[in-house]
């Protein structure tokens, strides 16, 4: 894994359950704040149940994807106490895990 990689998982790993982050909130904590697309795209390709993607989400509380079984996401979402309505997280702004401090 590249370093960045290792940032965002460490970063991701922070994020507690029943809360969530967004991509670009894991880009920022992991030190390339544009690099959202690149955060997406490592949780598409996590396969290591240790790291909580599901708990990763777009912009604006939308579920966004989770290597193609959104049922999933939102399950294990739903299973941390979060209400999703369509494909939003009801109360995002609430849920939405603060994330302060870069990841070395």
Known sequence: MT?????????????PPGRVATYGDIARLAGRPRASRAVG????????????CHRIVSAGGLMGGYGGNES?????????GLVIVGSRIRRFSAVRWPGRGAVS
């Not at 370093?3 to 994020?15: C, Q, S, Y």
């Open 3 to 15: 370093r960045f990689a290792l940032r965002v998982v460490a970063a991701v790993r922070r994020v």
């Open 41 to 52: 795209n490592l949780m598409a390709a996590c396969a290591d149940p240790s790291v909580p």
């Open 72 to 80: 999933l996401k939102r399950a294990l979402l739903r299973t941390e």
